[in-house]
């Protein structure tokens, strides 16, 4: 099993290298903000992935969330992801990291696999790690959206 949970800031600036993302710099005002997540999904051409989360910010405030992704392309599969984490740049206010931020994967896993991906919305940013189970093959174009759980 691939374990990245404990270092997705670096993780988010490799994978931002190599997407051609310059990091940005910590503005005044800016919040650490950090995402704990668990997940499930399926895939046929069409991706479906629903979980539950909670947002964790160094000013105090958290939030309990729902998080879920659509997308589409050459794809196929179901997977869990139990222990996901993810951290967010350019964020002033906690409901800043609500919306939907532009996906594109491309994986391949069996039985046990991790994933990582950077994610943009606007000017925040966020840095998704986990590990999980499943099997999944294919490409994909779409969106994940984080919203506050009623």
Aim: glycine share 14%; aromatic share 4%; hydrophobic share 40%.
């Amino acid at each position: 099993m691939i374990r990245m949970r404990s270092r997705p800031a670096a993780l988010a600036a490799v994978l931002g290298l190599a997407l051609g993302i310059a990091p940005q710099a910590r503005a005044a005002g800016d919040i650490d903000c950090r995402l704990d997540y668990q997940l499930s999904g399926w895939s046929i051409i069409y991706k479906r992935t629903s979980g539950t989360g909670r947002v964790t910010c160094d000013n105090g405030s958290s939030m309990a969330v729902k998080v879920s992704a659509h997308a589409v392309g050459l794809t196929v599969g179901k997977w869990k992801v139990d222990d996901g984490q993810g951290e967010f740049s350019g964020v002033h206010d906690i409901r800043d990291v609500l919306g939907t931020y532009a996906q594109a994967s491309a994986n391949a896993g069996a039985v046990k696999s991790g994933e990582a991906q950077v994610l943009t919305k606007g000017d925040v940013s966020l840095a998704l790690a986990g590990s999980g189970r499943g099997v999944n093959l294919g490409v994909d174009i779409g969106g994940f959206t984080i919203e506050a759980a009623k």
